[in-house]
């Protein structure tokens, strides 16, 4: 274990830089720059923005110059909000996204893998048609749909909850519950589909053959084996999770990260997208490693180098 | 015990098999099933509620919103369902090849996983918009760039687990080829996750085309596709129900529709769900 | 946990929080919606209306527009203007205090103005001082005494202005936060940090109590005001970038003001809390002159001919003014009998006269603009018309913004669109755009009639001759020349509760919240909002 957690470490780096030198190149292929603005700026004005932030230099100069700001861990000042800089953005809107995302893991785990258990045990039950129907929904209705479709229930017309805002724990479930939908949705699939999958391996037959209970059967035998796929997405779903979502974060107007994924890239703010894109890998890159230590653990003969 | 299960199953299968066809045939043939044309506007007709003349109502030029649906399916389940597509058979060979040979070449190709899922995909795709253009291909090619890694991370984690049984590790020890192990064993065992990633797949890809004309890389106007029509309908949400309604039910009905197809497809060409399990 | 607990922990959930409203008010507070995050409050640096409705309110210049937007004297008492119009002296106020006390001096200005022009500090609105003499050849670095700029604190409380021409408007230009005083001591002291709440010093009716980054900015009442202390005792704004999150928190109780969304407007026209005045920013299409076939005079004639604007702002419903002049209502020398009304036959005529008779024969043209709900239902509705009025097919493209920016600056399409709002509530400010080779003129044409108008009225001191030469200007633009169609001017659509008092819409959509006050809320809120 030690050692691929090591290995994995080291491998990190060389996959950041990658990340990085893509997205650099990415970023300066793309048409339209930071300070190209509705009311267009006289050219000596433009000079002087773009010397500041030394976009007058050829690229691979500020190429290197943003590499070797990254070596030491400075993500620079942001284009957009000026007189910030992009370390601070992220040590401000991190742990409201991380705050939510961790409720919405646990809550779409608990209710995906919740849904995909009782649906399996009686495949074909009332209770697996609902399980299908709810998973359904879940999929195909967009986030914003759901998002609203809550706030006008239970916030506009029954006043349970504040419509949006950051305010305190009552301000946190209608984002959470709108975050979580989508994935338990899909989870509950998934762990269904790979429960039945398993349930008919020879092990679960022994187990069922020596008279077990079948709750005793799922929960004890055949559930371990079936939570790969899920551990295989519940991975990167953290990672998606805790940086946030642009969606839910414009319609709650919450403090968090994830919709510097999307304002960032509008608004060209190169090293703010740097920033979070950076995050992003870091955090893919633990949850995948931590997902193939899973894999060992839930089946001890899976060995990842 | 499973026979009445079993009936039910295939019969929503039938109607879903029924169901889509119709779908499809009515968004193939859009311009002769649908009243009115996708661009027609009507200054008498603006933002009416659902009624005989127009059954699913008028948006705020004044256009039938029933053939706008219509038109849009043609767009949206064509992406829908190539991305679906592609993305799996990418995902699927590219996520077996690394979890089957494993070791370093696992690692090398997961690394390059974690990159796609890293790189910031806005960027790529409005770089796609520009370099191409935009339309139905654009808007395929950029979303199945993204949207493989996610299929390509589960089936390596299925791979891996079935390596470690028995009958593949004895069929390895007796020489079998690769190809025959992959494909014949290994492949058809991840079936059941496999189907719920293409299924999950297709109205991804729908809704995340309306994020995409949000950004200018979705069907230029006048065109209309779901995922617009429920991006544009959602603002309107609080104050003319109907634009958002019948979008939304359409994508659910759909996606309902083709989850209970694959299910009961699966349980038709898999027999082993109700007896005898295959090697 | 089984699912079992998870269903009372939730139900336990749902009956805690059943009595989630708005209005818990201990303090006079006014809650308003902010539509981004502030990108700085460095009034230097600043160029966007968010970070202008805080800095407005936290700041005061020399001068400050009334309601009508007429410049009146405030942090300076009076000023002349001398030497024919090229040098001014403002005389300042005594008892303006910074809210640490030291009092605001002219020297504070100086450092302020020159701080602006400084090519270092890279300010994008430095332009709005180049009428001062030497402020362009510094700002672009062809000068590097900052001293050489017309700008000087004759002693703490006499600042004088030199121009490089009588500017009949700048004591309009000086109700703009780019010109407010500054601290040179406290910019210095904490560099890039100093626009945090614990470190600013300002000198408005309120000062920066708080900022919370992408969430909200909350202000208090300052103190040490030099005017009549405001009447509510904090501000607070919170960061809602959603119109219809905004509108549905006003309906909950949680703000007192808030920009209705344009489809949110049918409804609540009418209702006792909406509120509509018109705002400066106008919207066109724009074509360009040196592309067919809109090089073409008849045929930009015909096109700007065949749009019946009146049906466009039906259909978009923000009370949008219909136009076909570009100067805007509740301007000098709006002029509503210029420009080319909708007449679609003597546009079929014109486009026949063009060599394509019925649209027969036209190249297949693409109309472009930037991805946004209200461009496309204008993109289609134009491209409807033109079908319908001229018999021609347009094809649309939506561009994502900075794209489009893009390729406007390098090769602008035959037909954009784009909107203006004013900098400075003057004609000129609009008309300047067109002149030939202008940095917004994107449409490729110059007139030097036109150009020779508009340099003439700039430094007209006399109002009825300034108008004239507007409109002769006026008419070369959207009658005789059309190298744009004017569509309409916007709106803008609020709702305010009742039980606000002295708050003041105004075409420039400048925020003063200084006059604003809460009659009891108590009673306003079981009298007026409906809601609970």
Not at chain 1, 168 to 182: D, E, H, I, K, N
Not at chain 3, 129 to 145: F, H, M, P, R, S
Not at chain 3, 273 to 296: C, H, I, M, W
């Amino acid at each position: 274990m030690l050692p691929l957690v090591l290995r994995r470490l080291v491998s990190a780096i060389p996959t950041l830089f990658i990340v990085a030198t893509l997205s650099f190149v990415l970023m300066r292929l793309v048409p339209g720059g930071p300070f190209d603005r509705e009311k267009k700026l006289p050219p000596a004005i433009q000079a002087n923005v773009e010397r500041k932030y030394h976009l007058d230099e050829p690229v691979w100069k500020q190429y290197l110059l943003y590499m070797g700001s990254l070596a030491r861990g400075d993500f620079g000042p942001s284009y957009k909000y000026l007189g910030r800089s992009v370390n601070d953005i992220l040590r401000e809107a991190f742990p409201v996204s991380l705050q939510l995302g961790l409720f919405s893991l646990v809550l779409s785990v608990l209710c995906g893998v919740g849904t995909g258990i009782v649906s399996a045990w009686r495949p074909g039950s009332w209770l697996d048609r609902g399980g299908g129907l709810f998973s359904v929904l879940g999929f195909s209705l967009p986030t914003f749909v759901l998002g609203s479709l809550l706030v006008f229930s239970l916030a506009d017309s029954l006043h349970f909850f504040p419509p949006a805002l950051w305010e305190g724990w009552r301000f946190t479930v209608l984002p959470v519950v709108t975050l979580s939908f989508a994935p338990a949705a899909f989870l509950a699939r998934l762990c269904r589909a790979s429960l039945l999958e398993v349930m008919e391996k020879d092990f679960v037959r022994t187990a069922r053959a020596k008279g077990l209970r079948e709750s005793r059967v799922i929960l004890r035998h055949a559930l371990k084996n079936a939570l790969t796929p899920v551990v295989s997405v519940v991975g990167p779903l953290t990672a998606g999770l805790v940086t946030g979502s642009f969606v839910v974060e414009t319609i709650f107007s919450l403090p968090g990260m994830g919709k510097h994924f999307v304002t960032a890239v509008t608004n060209r703010d190169y090293p703010l997208i740097m920033g979070v894109t950076l995050m992003y890998t870091v955090l893919i890159i633990l949850a995948n490693m931590i997902v193939d230590l899973l894999y060992g653990i839930l089946d001890p003969r899976v060995r990842v180098e | 015990m499973g026979n009445a299960r079993l009936h039910t199953g295939h019969r929503r299968g039938w109607i879903s098999l029924i169901f889509l066809v119709a779908l499809g045939t009515a968004a193939l043939g859009a311009s002769w099933f649908a009243p009115y044309g996708y661009q027609q506007q009507d200054p008498r007709a603006m933002l009416l509620p659902p009624g005989w003349s127009h059954l699913m109502g008028t948006d705020l030029l004044g256009r039938d919103l029933f053939s706008r649906m219509l038109y849009g399916a043609r767009l949206s389940l064509s992406i829908g369902l190539s991305t679906a597509l592609i993305s799996v058979l990418i995902g699927t060979v590219y996520g077996a090849v690394s979890g089957y040979v494993g070791g370093r070449t696992d690692n090398v190709l997961m690394r390059w996983v974690e990159v796609v899922y890293s790189l910031p995909d806005l960027l790529l795709i409005i770089l796609i918009s520009v370099l191409i253009g935009r339309g139905a291909i654009g808007i395929l090619l950029a979303l199945s760039l993204v949207s493989w890694v996610t299929v390509a991370r589960v089936i390596r984690g299925e791979v891996l687990k079935i390596c470690t049984q028995e009958y593949i590790v004895a069929a390895r020890a007796a020489g079998a080829p690769h190809r025959v192990i992959l494909f014949r064993h290994i492949l058809p065992n991840t079936a059941g996750p496999l189907l719920v990633t293409v299924i999950y797949r297709i109205p991804a890809a729908i809704l995340a085309e309306s994020t995409l004309s949000f950004i200018g890389l979705g069907v230029p106007p006048p065109f209309s596709s779901w995922g617009t029509l429920a991006n544009d309908g959602w603002a309107a949400m609080k104050f003319y129900p109907h634009l958002i309604i019948f979008p939304a039910a359409m994508i659910f009905a759909t996606i309902l529709a083709f989850n209970s197809l694959g299910e009961s497809a699966r349980e038709r060409l898999d027999p082993g769900r109700t007896g005898t399990r295959r090697g | 946990m089984s699912p079992k607990h998870f269903l009372i922990i939730a139900l336990a959930l749902l009956v805690g929080c059943a009595q989630a409203e708005g209005d818990r008010r201990e303090t006079a507070a006014f809650r308003m919606n902010l539509s981004s995050e502030p990108p700085t409050l460095d009034w230097s640096l600043a160029t966007d209306n968010v970070s202008f409705d805080v800095i407005t309110n936290i700041m005061e210049g020399l001068t400050q527009f009334d309601k009508d937007l007429h410049p009146r004297p405030a942090v300076a008492q009076r000023w002349e203007v001398l030497d024919g119009g090229r040098r001014l002296v403002f005389h300042l106020r005594k008892d303006v205090r910074w809210t640490d006390g030291k009092p605001v001096t002219a020297r504070d200005f100086e450092y302020s103005w020159k701080r602006l022009l400084n090519p270092a500090t890279a300010a994008e609105y430095s332009y709005f001082l180049y009428d001062l003499v030497n402020a362009k050849e510094y700002n672009e670095g062809k000068i590097t005494d900052p001293n050489l700029v017309g700008v000087k604190a004759l002693d703490d409380f006499t600042l004088e202005v030199r121009l490089i021409a009588p500017r009949a408007y700048f004591p309009s230009i000086t109700t703009f936060m780019v010109t407010f005083p500054m601290r040179r001591d406290i910019v210095e002291k904490f560099g890039e940090q100093w626009t945090e709440p614990r470190n600013m010093v300002t000198n408005g009716p309120f000062r920066l109590e708080r900022w919370q980054h992408d969430y909200k900015v909350i202000l208090a009442r300052n103190p040490s005001y030099y005017g009549p202390p405001p009447a509510l005792e904090r501000v607070e704004m919170y960061v809602v970038p959603e119109p219809n999150t905004a509108l549905t928190l006003y309906e909950t109780g949680f703000l007192e003001v808030v920009n209705l969304p344009p489809l949110a407007i049918p409804r609540y026209r009418g209702h006792p809390e909406y509120v509509t005045a018109p705002q400066l920013r106008g919207y066109y299409y724009g074509f360009n002159v040196e592309k067919k076939p809109f090089s073409d005079v008849r045929v930009r004639k015909a096109f700007a001919m065949a749009i019946d604007k009146t049906r466009l702002t039906r259909i978009l419903q923000g009370g949008e003014i219909p136009t076909n002049s570009w100067v805007p209502k509740g301007m000098l020398a709006y002029n509503p009998e210029i420009g080319l009304r909708f007449n679609p036959r003597e546009a079929r005529r014109l486009l026949a006269e063009a060599g394509y008779p019925g649209g027969k024969g036209f190249p297949r043209v693409k109309a472009v603009f930037n991805s946004d709900a209200v461009n496309s239902l204008v993109g289609e509705f134009l491209q409807a018309q033109w079908r319908e009025h001229l018999g021609v097919s347009i094809d649309l493209d939506n561009q994502e913004w900075k794209v489009y920016l893009k390729n406007l600056k390098a090769d602008p399409p035959p037909l954009f669109r784009l909107g203006w709002g004013a900098d400075y509530p003057d004609p000129d400010n609009f008309l300047n755009l067109f002149v030939t080779g202008g940095g917004n003129n994107n449409t490729k044409w110059g007139n030097l009639r036109y150009d020779e108008l508009i340099a003439r009225a700039a430094g007209e001191p006399d109002e009825r001759t300034r108008v004239d030469l507007y409109n002769r200007a006026q008419k070369i633009l959207s009658e005789e020349e059309v190298p744009i169609i004017p569509l309409f001017v916007a709106a803008q659509n609020m709702l305010l509760k009742p039980y606000v008092r002295g708050f003041e819409v105004n075409a420039m959509d400048i925020l003063y919240l200084k006059r604003v006050r809460l009659a009891d809320p108590k009673a306003g809120r079981n009298g007026g909002s409906g809601k609970g």
